[in-house]
């Protein structure tokens, strides 16, 4: 049965090509080490070298694509579901009886938002103990073991915050399921009193560094819900690229192997979740900067639709929760979601509705692209394709996407293109000098892209939108499903933590499945479903598989990681691993002295 679900914005419903997703060998040169330091030099003081830089990418080659001058511009995908006629709900409820706590003798389990909240109720923990333990191990200033996920903590206030939560628990009184809970926040994302710095490491004194006034609105509905911000989370510099190294300030680490990196740009928010730490965190996500970091330390993280949490400067980029639980993903995005009454565009979203139990589940699998992934883990998703397929009734249907690799070299020129913007904004004749040797050659070549080619990309981008519209269209309630990447992490090589090191052709493959919902402004949810064998150090990689779904279907998208949460606890061999490092937050606020707390 087709959807009664009104939209503004929604693009016509039209097949587009059949085109070849043939593997295509890049030519990007690897940088790290000297030839990085010299290569950042040339690339970002000589014009040409900066252009040559820019065409070797081959971002040039999308305006010679013949057909696309028949799609209008697309510069902005914002399609908005909206609110049904007669409906009064805003947004849905979050309540305790919806996520009941896991079971206590579940392998590799994590601690939950509804976790906290029941030890808070019954009295054996307070907010405030939970704070005080945490605040040693996440602490710059005290050289907390996992300090290097962490931007800044400012302790005054996070105590604070735990003394009125824990004071609403003492009179019966609390806020909901988040109160007392401990959350971070992207080291991009307003927090008052925290100053953001996107991964850079400026001098006290910069004047474009200065602290926030306000808390945007995703992270004040959280915390209105009573959620504690610990602090920030650190980030890719820029958030420019997907392995969370950060040679200036220090990368996070993936405590489920600390070989690998932790994914970026979220890299903070991937780290402290897999640790245990936190069960929930807000993240960006311009071109994977949630889901890779989910994937990579296998935790959950979700992409809503453009604009769903709150409009920002960009087509692309979006604002969402990471979570270490299915649950915790819900509770996140449902509490950031409320309308905003001062973000006209934010406020006209109408809910998600999660899917009907007797609703017809359909996958679909685009082959040609699903087969470039690595052997492991695509033995992985087809293990779990086989649970959905046999076990919960989804109908698998094979699709073709055209232009998987040049949507995504479009993709790539436009999320540089306003990461440039946004570093001149900021930095204005500071913006190249300010940054790391990596994203100098990058925001150098970036500057590059000329106007036509982004006229171009944004009809790549209404091709593929009006495609997806198609498909969405042939298959009500379709989930495309792939992984969230192609290789169960990236290794870290020895040095690079000195300059850091640029790898297009790896960043291009690293990023290839989960371009297609930033560029046309699909929700997306990554999910861990098995581990890999380790390459090198100790402990098992995590694999993920995304799934991406119609605008607006963030619910829908959120009661499938909550099924495959259930594979990966219930069915797949040996459970969810935990990380040897993880941190037993409840067993070590159990240790704060109630008199001092």
Same mark, same amino acid.
């Given at each position: 049965?087709?959807?009664?679900?009104?939209?503004?914005?929604?693009?016509?419903?039209?097949?587009?090509?059949?085109?070849? /997703?043939?593997?295509?060998?890049?030519?990007?040169?690897?940088?790290?080490?000297?030839?990085?330091?010299?290569?950042?030099?040339?690339?970002?003081?000589?014009?040409?070298?900066?252009?040559?830089?820019?065409?070797?990418?081959?971002?040039?080659?999308?305006?010679?694509?013949?057909?696309?001058?028949?799609?209008?511009?697309?510069?902005?995908?914002?399609?908005?579901?909206?609110? /049904?006629?007669?409906?009064?709900?805003?947004?849905?409820?979050?309540?305790?009886?919806?996520?009941?706590?896991?079971?206590?003798?579940?392998?590799?389990?994590?601690?939950?938002?509804?976790?906290?909240?029941?030890?808070?109720? /019954?009295?054996?923990?307070?907010?405030?103990?939970?704070? !005080?333990?945490?605040?040693?191990?996440?602490?710059?200033?005290?050289?907390?073991?996992?300090?290097?996920?962490?931007?800044?903590?400012?302790?005054?206030?996070?105590?604070?915050?735990?003394?009125?939560?824990?004071?609403?628990?003492?009179?019966?009184?609390? #806020?909901?399921?988040?109160?007392?809970?401990?959350?971070?926040?992207?080291?991009?994302?307003?927090?008052?009193?925290?100053?953001?710095?996107?991964? $850079?490491?400026?001098?006290?004194?910069?004047?474009?560094?200065?602290?926030?006034?306000?808390?945007?609105?995703?992270?004040? $509905?959280?915390?209105?819900?009573?959620?504690? @911000?610990?602090?920030?989370?650190?980030?890719?510099?820029?958030?420019?690229?997907?392995?969370?190294?950060?040679?200036?300030?220090?990368?996070?680490?993936?405590?489920?192997?600390?070989?690998?990196?932790?994914?970026?740009?979220?890299?903070?928010?991937?780290?402290?979740?897999?640790?245990?730490?936190?069960?929930?965190?807000?993240?960006?996500?311009?071109?994977?900067?949630?889901?890779?970091?989910?994937?990579?330390?296998?935790?959950?993280?979700?992409?809503?639709?453009?604009?769903?949490?709150?409009?920002?400067?960009?087509?692309?980029?979006?604002?969402?929760?990471?979570?270490?639980?299915?649950?915790?993903?819900?509770?996140?995005?449902?509490?950031?979601?409320?309308?905003?009454?001062?973000?006209?565009?934010?406020?006209?979203?109408?809910?998600?509705?999660?899917?009907?139990?007797?609703?017809?589940?359909?996958?679909?699998?685009?082959?040609?692209?699903?087969?470039?992934?690595?052997? @492991?883990?695509?033995?992985?998703?087809?293990?779990?394709?086989?649970?959905?397929?046999?076990?919960?009734?989804?109908?698998?249907?094979?699709?073709?996407?055209?232009?998987?690799?040049?949507? $995504?070299?479009?993709?790539?020129?436009?999320?540089?293109?306003?990461?440039?913007?946004?570093?001149?904004?900021?930095?204005?004749?500071?913006?190249?000098?300010?940054?790391?040797?990596?994203?100098?050659?990058?925001?150098?070549?970036?500057?590059?892209?000329?106007?036509?080619?982004?006229?171009?990309?944004?009809?790549?981008?209404? #091709?593929?939108?009006?495609?997806?519209?198609?498909?969405?269209? !042939?298959?009500?309630?379709?989930?495309?499903?792939?992984?969230?990447?192609?290789?169960?992490?990236? !290794?870290?090589?020895?040095?690079?933590?000195?300059?850091?090191?640029?790898?297009?052709?790896?960043?291009?493959?690293?990023?290839?499945?989960?371009?297609?919902?930033?560029?046309?402004?699909?929700?997306?949810?990554?999910?861990?479903?098995?581990?890999?064998?380790?390459?090198?150090?100790?402990?098992?990689?995590?694999?993920?598989?995304?799934?991406?779904?119609?605008?607006?279907?963030?619910?829908? #998208?959120?009661?499938?990681?909550?099924?495959?949460?259930?594979?990966?606890?219930?069915?797949?061999?040996?459970?969810?691993?935990?990380?040897?490092?993880?941190?037993? @937050?409840?067993?070590?606020?159990?240790?704060?002295?109630?008199?001092?707390?």
């Amino acid at each position: 049965m087709a959807s009664t679900q009104r939209f503004s914005g929604y693009p016509l419903a039209r097949e587009g090509p059949r085109t070849s /997703s043939a593997h295509v060998e890049e030519s990007n040169p690897v940088l790290r080490g000297m030839q990085l330091v010299v290569a950042s030099k040339a690339v970002s003081w000589v014009p040409f070298l900066a252009k040559a830089t820019w065409s070797n990418a081959k971002f040039g080659e999308i305006k010679d694509i013949p057909g696309l001058e028949k799609f209008d511009y697309r510069l902005h995908p914002v399609v908005t579901p909206l609110v /049904s006629e007669g409906s009064e709900i805003s947004r849905l409820e979050v309540t305790p009886e919806l996520f009941p706590r896991q079971p206590e003798d579940l392998a590799g389990r994590f601690y939950s938002a509804a976790d906290y909240h029941e030890l808070y109720k /019954s009295g054996k923990l307070t907010p405030v103990q939970v704070a !005080k333990a945490l605040i040693p191990l996440i602490s710059r200033e005290q050289k907390g073991k996992y300090m290097s996920a962490w931007k800044e903590t400012r302790v005054e206030s996070v105590l604070a915050a735990a003394k009125a939560s824990a004071e609403r628990y003492r009179e019966g009184k609390p #806020l909901g399921i988040l109160d007392g809970v401990p959350i971070g926040v992207k080291e991009d994302t307003d927090v008052e009193g925290y100053t953001c710095c996107y991964g $850079q490491e400026p001098e006290p004194s910069d004047p474009a560094f200065r602290p926030a006034t306000k808390t945007l609105w995703p992270v004040a $509905q959280m915390q209105a819900a009573g959620a504690i @911000v610990m602090g920030l989370l650190a980030m890719h510099e820029l958030g420019s690229d997907v392995t969370g190294c950060n040679p200036r300030r220090g990368t996070p680490k993936n405590w489920n192997n600390t070989s690998y990196y932790p994914g970026g740009s979220s890299s903070g928010a991937g780290s402290v979740l897999c640790a245990g730490l936190i069960p929930i965190a807000i993240g960006t996500d311009a071109g994977g900067s949630i889901r890779i970091p989910a994937t990579f330390c296998g935790v959950y993280g979700l992409k809503p639709t453009l604009h769903r949490t709150h409009t920002m400067k960009s087509s692309i980029c979006v604002i969402g929760p990471l979570a270490a639980t299915a649950s915790d993903l819900a509770i996140g995005y449902r509490s950031m979601t409320a309308p905003n009454p001062d973000d006209a565009i934010q406020s006209a979203f109408g809910p998600s509705i999660p899917p009907s139990p007797t609703a017809k589940k359909t996958i679909g699998i685009c082959r040609e692209w699903t087969d470039q992934a690595s052997p @492991v883990v695509r033995e992985s998703m087809e293990r779990a394709l086989d649970y959905f397929r046999e076990k919960l009734n989804y109908e698998i249907v094979d699709i073709h996407i055209p232009y998987l690799r040049e949507g $995504q070299l479009a993709h790539s020129a436009w999320a540089l293109t306003e990461a440039v913007d946004q570093l001149r904004s900021r930095m204005k004749e500071r913006a190249i000098p300010s940054v790391n040797h990596c994203n100098k050659v990058l925001m150098s070549a970036g500057a590059c892209t000329g106007a036509t080619d982004l006229i171009k990309y944004s009809q790549m981008r209404a #091709l593929l939108m009006e495609h997806l519209a198609f498909l969405f269209k !042939k298959h009500p309630g379709l989930i495309v499903i792939s992984p969230t990447s192609p290789e169960p992490g990236w !290794k870290v090589s020895p040095g690079d933590e000195a300059y850091g090191f640029i790898d297009g052709n790896m960043t291009i493959r690293m990023m290839m499945y989960i371009w297609l919902a930033n560029s046309t402004g699909c929700p997306a949810v990554s999910a861990p479903v098995g581990y890999a064998e380790p390459e090198q150090g100790e402990g098992k990689v995590p694999i993920g598989l995304m799934a991406m779904g119609e605008w607006g279907a963030e619910e829908q #998208l959120l009661a499938w990681a909550a099924e495959t949460e259930g594979y990966l606890n219930g069915t797949l061999e040996g459970g969810r691993v935990k990380p040897k490092e993880w941190a037993d @937050v409840v067993k070590l606020a159990g240790d704060v002295n109630v008199e001092s707390s």
